[in-house]
């Protein structure tokens, strides 16, 4: 073990592996060796054998739940299979039933990998064993439902719950605005935000929700003031975000620049590095990979989703709810069945696609068809609007062969400042500087070609500026391109009750208008230090 830490201190992993292998062939039971082996292991990237160490590992710690929890929570850190956690958790109930704590984290793990009925069971089954604070149980219940199952009726339930047991629980109330923010419902949203205010003055992510949700009519209003009063000290970015989105909705532009700057100027710090020349080899791959002659091998009978990708802030929200009014769809929001299905089975996409197997796509195409079928009944068509699955369209395409692709653009201006004015999650490293977003513009316009090229007929592209000051023509084209004929209900999507899980969430309840068209135009002077002559 000595000489395995000092090569590991050396930065030798090969040696340490080779050391460490040895002690755990000889001491199996060894969890410090074998820990010290995976963590090797991950040096040399080597996450195939990573995985066996971690299986091992698991079933080592089922018989004290502190080293199960510790190492749990390492895995879903890492990002790896959350299978063998769930299996190990399973086991220690199986000798320990009445243990409260790890049937909660058994629910919490079985939540996190998207089981949301075994989820619930367990949780409730933590709550009958005097699970210490059970409101955390129903919070966690209802963003499941929320988030995951879209049921809610039922995620309402159980946050109410939460906040019935503990009136005081902040978390629960914030989830709850969230909730009431889905479903349009603006006042009871600023109600919800406002209460955790109340229970914690300090709580800027409440403070930012709050004006999200609010109607401004003058700069000097007191919940402007307030976080303006706490920007100069909050390293909050959601804050700063909100009072730069609060002042350009006020026309306010000169003040909204610097705060939106600031606010990705602290992003950025929590985001990985983007780098250029990475996404570029990774985007060159897909189109070397993922070309027409690879394409020709799939085919066959599936079922017809509808994919609308493109860039973020494009408008993929505002033509999912357009179309999702009419009675031959159904809003799927943002799925993550895709980005699940590549991480899960891809280290370094698109490396893999060259040996899929027809029995995994099989296995694929049923499970992606009862994702539909718990959303539509079986009755309409499924929407998946996430936007970047634009990076998966050739494998959705080998696993999916009738599904379509419908792709949201943008002036890439508009693009630049929208993304620029919002917080995307930590895998759009891209969002937070204007050069890395128009960079990425770039590589996301070269693979929309790629897959105009391949796929043909089974491609659409959509111009949201056309979309919001000709919709009838261009909804027209896009249910032609389906193969569904009009429903003036298309044209009247903003008074359809809908959840909507996006941050567009307030625009798209709002009837077309042009107004966010040359919306860039308001940062004329800031942008063009950054693009110069590119910005003409």
């Known amino acids: 073990m000595q000489q395995a830490t000092q090569a590991i201190q050396a930065g030798d992993f090969q040696q340490a592996a080779a050391i460490l292998g040895g002690v755990v062939g000889e001491q199996p039971g060894n969890f410090q060796a074998r820990w010290l082996l995976m963590r090797s292991l991950e040096q040399l990237r080597n996450f195939e054998q990573v995985q066996v160490q971690l299986v091992e590992l698991l079933r080592l710690a089922t018989r004290e739940i502190g080293k199960l929890n510790r190492l749990a929570a390492f895995v879903r850190q890492r990002g790896y299979a959350l299978g063998p956690v769930i299996d190990a958790y399973r086991k220690f109930l199986e000798r320990t039933p009445a243990s409260a704590l790890a049937t909660y984290n058994y629910a ?7 089981q949301v009925d075994a989820a619930v069971e367990n949780y409730l089954r933590a709550i009958e064993l005097g699970i210490k604070a059970p409101e955390e149980a129903h919070l966690n219940i209802g963003t499941l439902y929320m988030d995951v199952a879209q049921d809610n009726d039922k995620a309402r339930e159980h946050l109410e719950k939460a906040i019935a047991l503990n009136p005081d629980y902040a978390q629960a109330h914030f989830n709850l605005g969230n909730l009431e923010e889905r479903e349009g419902h603006r006042e009871a949203a600023q109600g919800c935000f406002a209460r955790c205010l109340e229970i914690d003055p300090e709580n800027d992510f409440a403070l930012a929700r709050l004006a999200d949700a609010t109607r401004f009519d003058s700069v000097e209003d007191n919940l402007i003031s307030r976080m303006a009063e706490r920007s100069p000290e909050s390293k909050n970015v959601d804050l700063h975000f909100a009072l730069g989105r609060a002042y350009d909705q006020l026309e306010a532009y000169d003040k909204a620049w610097p705060a939106l700057v600031r606010a990705n100027e602290l992003d950025r710090a929590q985001h990985p590095e983007y780098k250029q020349s990475r996404s570029e080899a990774v985007v060159q791959r897909i189109l070397s990979a993922c070309n027409a002659e690879w394409l020709s091998k799939f085919g066959g009978e599936s079922h017809d989703p509808v994919f609308v990708c493109g860039m973020f802030r494009s408008g993929s929200t505002l033509l999912e709810q357009i179309l999702s009014a009419h009675p031959r769809f159904t809003a799927g929001g943002e799925s993550e069945f895709f980005p699940r299905l590549v991480a899960r089975n891809f280290r370094g996409f698109p490396e893999g696609v060259e040996r899929l197997d027809p029995d995994v796509l099989s296995a694929w195409r049923s499970e992606h ?21 634009f990076l998966y369209a050739g494998l959705i395409k080998a696993v999916l062969p009738r599904a379509k692709f419908v792709v949201t653009e943008r002036d890439w201006r508009d693009v630049a400042v929208s993304v620029f004015s919002t917080r995307l999650a930590a895998g759009q490293a891209y969002a937070t500087r204007l050069q890395d977003i128009k960079h990425y513009l770039e590589l996301h316009r070269q693979l929309i ?5 391949i796929m043909g007929d089974d491609l659409i592209r959509v111009e949201y500026e056309s979309l919001v000051t000709n919709p009838r023509e261009t909804v027209g084209a ?7 004929s009009w429903d003036d209900a298309c044209l009247e999507f903003d008074k359809h009750e809908r959840s909507v899980g996006t941050a567009s ?4 309840r709002q009837p077309l208008n042009p107004k966010s068209i040359g919306r860039w135009q308001n940062y004329q002077d800031p942008l063009r230090e950054v693009f110069g002559s590119e910005l003409e």
């Open 369 to 389: 068809a009862a994702l539909c079928e718990h959303f539509t009944d079986g009755e309409t068509r499924f929407i998946d609007k996430r936007p970047d699955n």
């Open 505 to 508: 969430v307030w625009q798209v």
């Open 108 to 114: 919490y793990y079985l939540g996190c990998a998207r």
């Open 449 to 453: 070609d790629h897959w105009a090229e």
């Open 478 to 484: 896009v249910l032609d391109f389906l193969g569904e």
